[in-house]
């Protein structure tokens, strides 16, 4: 294959997709060969190849930077930053949603308040609760009790991640507890582990162009294009569709590069540049942990941020860390409130606010994983649980899109936290000539 840059790689089978997926229909085939499953093929496998990896990679990474920092106050230190830089951008995220969503008003067009116009049928309803079921709740409690599975080994395969994060941060925590020689060994198993982790992901990524044209293609395909129905409830969602971007739009361009440009010191139009096969990939694949393995390699190897803040921060990111999600969850709550005519007060806003920080800490870093959020959020306030699903449904048509979007918001922020933290620790190597090698 002739030497094209992997975004460019990236971004030529997305354009390709779109295209492919647009001519085509759910029963096409080429050469006798069904395209809607080849396409779902290709994707799954690329999905599958990243997902195999994320147990090890995040196990190893994490003991290895716990271990790395050195002891009780490296690893204070460098937590209450990695906290602290979570909660604010996270928060700052949410209020650029308040703020947005309270001057556009989506959820009332022309005087009347939309869940009067899109009339939601039982179907909608249905489904809208069938993607909330079946998933644990995330309450407030619930985040911390995950936090200690009662198996670590049932935890990690099932994706629990906040059980698996915690307990490889014991782990690397008290390996440096130990005598000294059991120590070193115990190091270098986890450290040549996460370094054969790494050659894997480079291996995978040299798919990616193929399996996100999969995923993307068959995205494409399989909308149901004749449909007049979807078109009419997107046209009536198109202000709470512009809102929900403009509030990313502003956080991605504006919020993240200011904080990069004042507190690091970085050049946010290289970091933007370092971070773009990490972007495409999260918004192609709607998965902040499938992308993980990318965020790493793209952090160390095109940011120049060390093995010792990234194998830290970016693991601990990508499942606590949710800018563009808390922003979403944030928008859609106050959005489905207008939509069914409640007038929220100061307080109502408040909580909101509040619950969607809390919540988006324990979305899972997998597609469509906010609904359930906002289901917990919407009965806080005190809606019923009819009227939320409904409010749901609204909102589903164009949740794939929006969740594309503000993956990529999260796994950015996530990225701008390694730099700046990894700044803050002194760090020499970060993007000083754009492609620093680790
Ligand atoms: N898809 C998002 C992520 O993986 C989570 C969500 O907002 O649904 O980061």
Redesign the pocket.
Known sequence: MPKIKLHWQILIAIVLAVFIGYLTNKESTFLGIHLLSAFDFLGSMFMNALKMIIVPLIVASIITGIAGIGGTQGLGRMGGKTILYYMTTSLFAILIGLVVVNTIVPGVVDGEPIGEVIKVSEEQIAEAKNKVAGKESSGIADIFLRMVPTNIVKAASEGQMLGLIFFSILFGFFITKIPEAYAESQYNFWQGTYEVMLKITEFIIKFAPIGIFGLIASVVLGLDKESDDIAKIVEALTKFTIAVLLALGFHLFITMPVMLKFLARVNPLRHYKAMAPALLT?FS???????LPLTIECVEKNAGVSNRTSSFVLPLG?TIN?D??AL??CVVAIFIFQAFGYDLTFTQQFLIVLTALLT?VG?????????V?IMIILQAVGMDEATASAGLAMVIVV?RVL??C??AV??FSDSCGAVIIGKSEGEQGILVDGEASR
């Open positions: 999260s694949t709607a998965s902040s942990s499938a992308t990508a949710m563009g999600t979403y969850e988006s979305v899972a870093g997998i597609p469509a994983a906010s609904l959020a949740d969740d594309m503000r993956t999260n796994v």
